[in-house]
């Protein structure tokens, strides 16, 4: 073995290995959320999706399970909202984790028969409330119901974006 010419492609190397490196540590997974406000978005954006979800199952049976991600963080952190919030939100998440369960089934089982039992209307409405309640939590505490704007760092514009 002759290392004589890794002179001429170590810079090569070395750059590769940093790149593996770079990528590794850019591929983490997303950091928690840590205030009360971050929690709220979050839950929000969930609610939101799945409303939307639930609005798409009415044309289609063949459906995207339900987000619940977020719940599944921070469903132990919510003693901020109101008891009312909490137990709406509650009710509507822990439906959503049913609805996933028997839409993973008829996957499955490759059968529509249960898709035909889920009644999206008895999920739509926790939803609504839990979205209204997040939102005039949102307008109280911050004066906004939307995320504030996040702007793009300088690995996003040369690996792309990770959010």
Known sequence: MDFGD????????????????????????????????????????????????????????????????????????????DQPLQVVLSDAFTMAEDFNQQIEAARKYKSTSYMMNLNMDKLREPLTKSEQGLEEWLLSETGTKEPPPQYPGIFDALFGSRR
């Open 6 to 81: 890794i002179g001429e492609n170590l810079p090569i190397i070395v750059m590769a290995i940093a790149f593996i490196f770079l990528q590794f540590f850019l591929r983490r997974k997303r950091k928690p959320e840590v205030t009360q406000q971050e929690i709220a978005q979050s839950l929000l954006s969930e609610v939101r999706m799945n409303l939307s979800l639930a609005e798409a199952f009415r044309f289609r049976l063949q459906t995207k399970k339900f987000e619940t991600a977020s719940w599944q963080r921070n469903k132990t952190k919510l003693d901020f909202l």
